[in-house]
């Protein structure tokens, strides 16, 4: 199962991707957790503590090694450099287990931060593509708003891709800003997911707008996530309740996906 999860800022995505890495963990799977998203913040979630997110070093940032795979600078741009650079150790090196869950974190240089043809986006999106067609791993990865490291390629071998939303227009509206770009990129099944719902009214609400988008479950607010992030400790472990609704999502996905 390859499953790329993504959502406007603050509305629960990186809660998400944790939880279905521990569920896909729990049952006997190998899991590589991906963090995609510049505003890092799965490594918390997953329960790693501030001294140690502190000495996660993301990939962008390896600049001597993306100058080796890739044959130019990072930064450097106009030039010549390999399109097709080696990846294949990369997930293994740079990885830190969490529990059983290999996480990744991607990071995102200023530069591929806008868009350019340069050597660290290639690396990265090349780096994905490998992790998300790599047959033996269920692949989790938490995005930014948007698909900046999807390529057509990638995007054709996700599985699901969940937009998280919350009751909210400005989330909505985000939600169907996404769908698009991931329906253009050839993204086969684009789903919903909603978080922070306090009543049935939220779900109606939720459905009138996001434009045919099937809804494949909720997280309900919860007390025990809020504390879990102030304690910045991993929900999983925190908010039991999330969990059997995070665990129905799984299950929503698996059956929608297979149809």
Not at 52 to 57: G, H, M, N, V, W
Not at 133 to 141: A, F, G, N, W
Request: aromatic share 4%.
């Amino acid at each position: 199962m390859k499953i790329a999860i993504t959502g406007k800022g603050g509305v629960g995505k990186t809660t998400l991707a944790a939880m279905l890495s521990y569920l896909y963990a729990r049952s006997g799977r190998r899991v590589i957790a991906v963090d995609a998203d510049p505003d890092a913040n799965l490594a918390s979630a997953l329960g790693l503590s501030a001294a140690q997110i502190k000495d996660i070093r993301p990939i962008a940032e390896m600049s001597a090694l993306i100058e080796e795979r890739t044959g130019s600078k990072p930064g450097a741009m106009g030039g010549v450099f390999k399109l097709n650079p080696r990846v294949d150790d990369i997930p293994e090196a740079c990885s830190i287990d969490i529990n059983g869950i290999k996480l990744l974190v991607m990071g995102k240089s200023k530069e591929a931060a806008s868009g350019c043809y340069c050597p660290e986006n290639v690396f990265l999106k090349r780096l994905l593509r490998h992790i998300v067609l790599d047959p033996d791993m269920v692949v989790i990865v938490d995005m930014e708003a948007g698909i900046e490291h999807l390529t057509r390629g990638t995007a054709e071998s996700v599985d699901a891709f969940i937009v998280v939303v919350e009751p909210g227009s400005r989330s909505l509206q985000t939600a169907r800003t996404i769908k698009n770009m991931a329906l253009t990129l050839g993204v086969k099944n684009v789903f919903v997911a909603a978080s922070k719902v306090r009543d049935t009214a939220d779900i109606d609400f939720i459905e009138a707008h996001i434009e045919g988008l099937p809804l494949i479950g909720y997280i309900s607010f919860s007390d025990d996530i809020v504390k879990a992030d102030i304690n910045a400790a991993p929900p999983f472990l925190h908010a039991p309740n999330a969990v059997i609704e995070a665990d129905m999502i799984k299950k929503s996905i698996e059956e929608a996906v297979a149809r």
